[in-house]
């Protein structure tokens, strides 16, 4: 399954020129399929343009992967199996977990295709690394990771991790303000309810630059654990166009007999099933903070507010809540109400995007041109190794007249 050589890249890229005309119905092409209907004739042509496309970026990826891996001096181990591998149980496909990278929808995809839990498709690869060939299963594996926009990645990791209420405050949120800040009250140093943004951003630039121990959903993503330079993957998904990534990864997967089917809306079913998953985080929170000084009502607010920066629910929409109601919201009524608001939002999806820029916007307009610059320099092996832009424009204007025009604060349950 593996293109091992690169300098066949360019061949291919050759080949899929000549073949190009698939794209395209001729008079020859539909003379040859008069048994087709005209849609059976244009929908194949289009899942044909559609692979041909994607095999095409993906070798575009790997190319630019394995020039940055060498002009950084990153080598290859080529005995190197100590990834954060997931393995099928037919040993015939390999998935390295990167943090806030879409991971939990692609191992319930697994999951559900191999009729193997988490847990299983570690066990699996932790069995394999106890074999004597355990490098060559590995290799012969069909092997992909699936990476982001690194600012984007340490933003989603504050709003699902940091901002939204989840018991990771305890644990992950008092380690970074210990970092981070002084005089801390004893609320925060306790519960690790109110890191902002800035603090995030500070631990990630000080830890990185002293050459310390990142959390995992804030380490880069060429990280160790799956060293793109050090294990050589069959493809490099982006979350920016999951759909069509693995569109291609599991009808090739699914063509092979490496699985038995791939349904076409299963990845959409996955995202949706994923969107009141932070909810169940909401409502084991609340219980720990009871007996704080800590405002439920402004836990409440700010898990309406993710909602709103993560572009499921309007901004115009208000929190439909009063605080004297703090003690009385429930799981399903809170479900309820978001719900409702969602549906009345889905009319207005340029307004939804707009929003998730916005937030983004506005958190990094917190962060001092210092840091900005430092952080830089943290994203800068990501950037380069998987083709996204070392300074966003719009991210690095963020301090100046941007700031102005954004009247809604998203953070504003902090």
């Given at each position: 399954m593996r293109i091992r050589k690169l300098a066949f890249f360019f061949k291919i890229l050759f080949l899929l020129q000549i073949l190009a005309g698939i794209c395209y119905i001729t008079e020859d092409y539909a003379s040859n399929e008069r048994t087709e209907s005209v849609n059976q004739i244009e929908d194949n042509r289009r899942e044909k343009c559609a692979t041909n496309g994607k095999l095409v970026d993906n070798i575009k990826r790997l190319d630019i992967l394995d020039k940055t891996c060498k002009r950084l001096g990153y080598v290859e181990d080529k005995d190197s199996t100590k990834i954060r591998a997931h393995m099928s149980p037919n040993l015939k496909v390999l998935y390295c977990r990167v943090n806030k990278c879409a991971s939990t929808v692609t191992l319930e995809l697994l999951k559900q295709l191999f009729n193997c839990d988490t847990e299983c498709l570690i066990k699996v690869a932790d069995r394999v690394r106890f074999n004597i060939n355990a490098r060559e299963i590995m290799y012969n594996a069909f092997s992909f990771m699936v990476v982001r926009e690194p600012y984007g990645r340490l933003f989603s990791t504050y709003?699902?991790?940091?901002?939204?209420?989840?018991?990771?405050?305890?644990?992950?949120?008092?380690?970074?303000i210990?970092?981070?800040?002084?005089?801390?009250?004893?609320?925060?140093?306790?519960?690790?309810?109110?890191?902002?943004?800035?603090?995030?951003?500070?631990?990630?630039?000080?830890?990185?630059?002293?050459?310390?121990?990142?959390?995992?959903h804030v380490r880069p993503m060429h990280h160790k654990s799956c060293?793109?330079?050090?294990?050589?993957?069959?493809y490099i998904a982006h979350l920016e166009t999951l759909q069509t990534d693995f569109d291609y990864i599991f009808n090739k997967l699914q063509n092979e007999k490496v699985?038995?089917?791939?349904?076409?809306?299963?990845?959409?079913?996955?995202?949706?099933?994923?969107?009141?998953?932070?909810?169940?985080?909401l409502f084991r929170t609340i219980p720990l903070l009871r007996g704080s000084n800590i405002s439920l009502y402004q836990v409440y607010l700010r898990a309406w507010c993710?909602?709103?920066?993560?572009?499921?629910v309007l901004n115009t929409i208000d929190f439909p809540y009063k605080k004297s109601d703090d003690f009385y919201i429930v799981k399903e009524d809170f479900i309820i109400e978001l719900s409702k608001a969602m549906k009345a939002s889905l009319l207005y999806k340029d307004k939804l995007m707009k929003q998730k820029v916005e937030a983004m916007v506005q958190a990094y307009s917190t962060i001092s041109?210092?840091?900005?610059?430092?952080?830089?320099?943290?994203?800068?092996?990501?950037?380069?190794?998987f083709g996204y832009e070392l300074k966003p424009a719009y991210l690095f204007k963020a301090n100046t007249s941007y700031k102005t025009n954004l009247s809604f604060d998203y953070f504003k349950g902090l």
């Open positions: 709003c699902n991790i940091f901002y939204f209420p989840k018991e990771d405050w305890i644990y992950r949120g008092t380690k970074v210990k970092l981070t800040r002084l005089n801390i009250s004893y609320d925060s140093l306790t519960y690790g309810h109110d890191l902002t943004f800035a603090e995030l951003v500070k631990y990630t630039v000080d830890t990185f630059e002293a050459g310390n121990t990142l959390d995992e060293n793109p330079c050090s294990f050589k993957f069959d699985i038995e089917r791939y349904p076409k809306d299963i990845l959409i079913s996955l995202q949706n099933w994923t969107t009141f998953g932070p909810i169940k985080h993710y909602f709103q920066i993560t572009g499921r041109n210092e840091y900005m610059e430092r952080l830089s320099k943290v994203l800068l092996g990501d950037c380069l190794l």
